[in-house]
């Protein structure tokens, strides 16, 4: 079985590499990444030689390339994790969103058609659903609300799952498609809100909470999303969409004074900022059909993930000093020329 994981260099594409790598030994994965900002192949280094495993540098809204590697590889599963993520981007420069996550998804699926894979797994999120009220702690998103996106990145998102939906009614294309909330946990960028405070915090730099930060997001995870991929893949039903995510609210202040006191810094670092654009007040899904379907609940409860992740930080400092020295992109061309 040969496994495609797009955006593999970045956050939740790498700890999948590594959780099929551990999961599914006999398995060949392919990784297709463009290696932009957000992707890092240091992250991957300790599997670059493993036989069963091969790194491409390539940009997924590029047909030539994709078909090539297709018809080189022969996936029978492809995962596509490879996106522009960023909100905050995504407000200041819309377009490499609408080529990456619409175009690129596209080209993906049609060289999927090419070559009849068995599988093609849309990685989507939450946001696709917009945001609810912080006042009504009853309601959730299920995968029957209706889209209704705030930001470029979640319209992107949306467009991709649309189109999605679309290859497999009008091709037969065998899609999934999963909806998750906001991951947390070893490999994350830092530009998102718990490695920015983290690294902002160790470094005694003041922490930007945007607004009051009374905004909600449903935490998970990371391999506890790699675990529910994995099973989507293998078990869940074609055409169908999956929300993942786990009951696990935080208001961002509250994360914030949670990172400070486990790293006993003062909350005098805590700089409120102007809010951001369109900024969505509440994330929280029901994974009842992920439980009900494919017995996935999360495993990892915030209160330990959080704990867990601030000490990844904390144990692999080089890891993101090279992100923010811009190091990461020096070593990235011997990386590359290993890989050829
Ligand atoms: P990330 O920004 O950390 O990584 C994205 C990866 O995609 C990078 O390695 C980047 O180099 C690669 N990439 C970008 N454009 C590419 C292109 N044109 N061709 C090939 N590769 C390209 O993102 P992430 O947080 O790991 O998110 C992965 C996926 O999960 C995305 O589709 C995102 O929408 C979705 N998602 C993320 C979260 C979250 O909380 N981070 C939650 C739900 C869904
Ligand atoms: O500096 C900050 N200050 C701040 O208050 C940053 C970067 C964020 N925030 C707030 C904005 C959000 O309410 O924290 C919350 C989380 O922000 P992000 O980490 O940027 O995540 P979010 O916008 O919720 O989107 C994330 O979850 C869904 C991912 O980035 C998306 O890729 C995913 O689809």
């Avoid at 175009?103 to 699926?109: C, D, E, H, K, N």
Wanted: some cysteine; aromatic content about 10%; charged content about 25%.
């Amino acid at each position: 079985m040969t496994v495609l994981v797009t955006g593999g260099a970045g956050f939740i594409g790498s700890n999948f590499v590594f959780h099929m790598m551990k999961e599914h030994p006999e398995y060949r994965i392919v990784c297709l990444d463009a290696l932009t900002y957000a992707g890092n192949l240091s992250t991957l280094e300790g599997v670059l030689d493993d036989r069963n495993f091969r790194f491409v540098k390539g940009d997924i809204a590029d047909r030539d390339l994709v078909y090539s590697l297709f018809d080189e590889d022969r996936p029978d599963v492809v995962v596509n994790f490879a996106a522009e993520s960023h909100v905050d981007r995504s407000i200041e420069d819309p377009e490499v969103f609408l080529r990456t996550n619409i175009i690129g998804t596209s080209v993906l699926m049609d060289a999927s058609r090419r070559c009849c894979v068995k599988r093609f797994h849309q990685v989507s999120t939450d946001e696709v659903y917009g945001d609810l009220p912080l006042d009504r702690p009853d309601l959730f998103f299920t995968e029957d609300t209706p889209l209704h996106t705030s930001s470029p990145y979640s319209s992107s998102k949306a467009g991709a799952d649309l189109l999605v939906l679309a290859y497999h009614r009008t091709y037969g294309l065998p899609v999934t498609i999963s909806r998750c909330s906001n991951n947390y946990g070893p490999y994350q960028f830092p530009e998102k809100l718990i490695p920015l405070m983290i690294i902002n915090a160790l470094s005694d730099r003041p922490l930007p909470v945007y607004g009051k930060g009374e905004n909600v997001r449903d935490w998970l995870y990371v391999e506890d999303h790699c675990r529910a991929i994995d099973l989507i893949i293998h078990h869940g039903r074609v055409g169908e969409v999956y929300n993942i995510g786990g009951h696990n609210e935080m208001k961002n202040i509250d994360i914030v004074r949670l990172i400070l006191r486990e790293l006993g810094k003062p909350e005098s670092l805590i700089t409120h900022v102007a809010d951001r654009k369109g900024h969505d007040l509440r994330y929280a899904i029901d994974p009842a059909k992920m439980h009900g379907e494919l017995g996935w609940l999360p495993e990892t409860r915030f209160r330990d993930g959080i704990v867990k992740t601030i000490r990844w930080y904390l144990d692999n400092e080089n890891w993101w000093k090279d992100i923010v020295s811009g190091h990461y992109k020096i070593v990235e061309q011997g990386l590359v020329e290993r890989c050829r």
